[in-house]
């Protein structure tokens, strides 16, 4: 299957960290990612894992992979209101018909 | 990553009437796809746009509704056919220089009265 499963909302206070979570169910997944969708506007890729990873760290995200449960988690630290937006979590199938599967993406709300 | 532009940014037209899409990057790029994203659901992979030749269409999508051109490695058009209020929608042009990495437009907000 290519269902990408998210939880639809999150609200964080300001300077705490969020979570968003994300599963799959492609076991042949070999990218997976997270994008950011402002208000308004288009599609901006955060970062994107390597499924032979388990972490990965970029300033204020760390991106955490357990490839055995199919769980992908997106960690933003010290959460500012500019971090309000949709994130999107979405899987690239590298083998066969190659093709990004997006979620239906989590809107984080970030409360001053 | 690249520059990409899309144009118009939003358009409100009639039932239907057709609206062609325009997406342009700032370098050659391998793949072009456009994408649709209904209110309030994920981003729907509409077609592969081929330099040269035919688009790919995923299931459900069509040429005669969605047509699409590409005439070299920079710009893509999409054009939304004979539209009805259920094609309001982003629509949203992705760009990679490999399948893996797509970056996207800012996209064209459609609302079909």
């Known amino acids: 299957g290519e269902d990408v499963e998210q939880s639809l909302f999150l609200s964080v206070r300001e300077g705490d960290s969020s979570v968003i979570n994300c599963t799959y169910t492609?076991?042949?997944?070999?990218?997976l990612y997270w994008y950011k969708q402002e208000p308004g506007a288009g599609l901006q890729l955060l970062t994107y894992i390597f499924s032979n990873m388990d972490m990965k760290q970029d300033q204020r995200l760390t991106v955490l992979l357990n490839k055995k449960d199919k769980h992908l988690s997106l960690r933003i630290a010290d959460t500012q209101t500019g971090d309000s937006a949709i994130y999107f979590c979405a899987e690239f199938r590298g083998r066969g018909y190659q093709k990004v599967t997006f979620g239906i993406g989590t809107k984080l709300q970030v409360i001053p | 990553s690249a520059v990409i532009s899309q144009k118009p940014s939003r358009d409100i037209c009639q039932r239907g009437t057709s609206l062609t899409i325009q997406c342009q990057v700032d370098s050659q790029v391998t793949m072009m796809f456009w994408y649709r994203q209904q209110p309030g659901q994920s981003l729907t992979l509409i077609a592969t746009a081929n330099q040269g030749s035919e688009a790919t269409y995923e299931s459900g999508f069509v040429i005669d509704k969605f047509p699409i051109s590409r005439p070299n490695l920079t710009f893509s058009t999409l054009t939304v056919s004979n539209m009805s209020p259920e094609d309001s929608s982003i629509y949203l042009c992705?760009?990679?220089?490999?399948?893996?990495?797509?970056?996207f437009g800012p996209g064209t907000r459609l609302t079909v009265t």
């Open positions: 992705s760009v990679a220089r490999e399948a893996y990495e797509q970056y």
């Open positions: 492609d076991s042949s997944s070999t990218y």
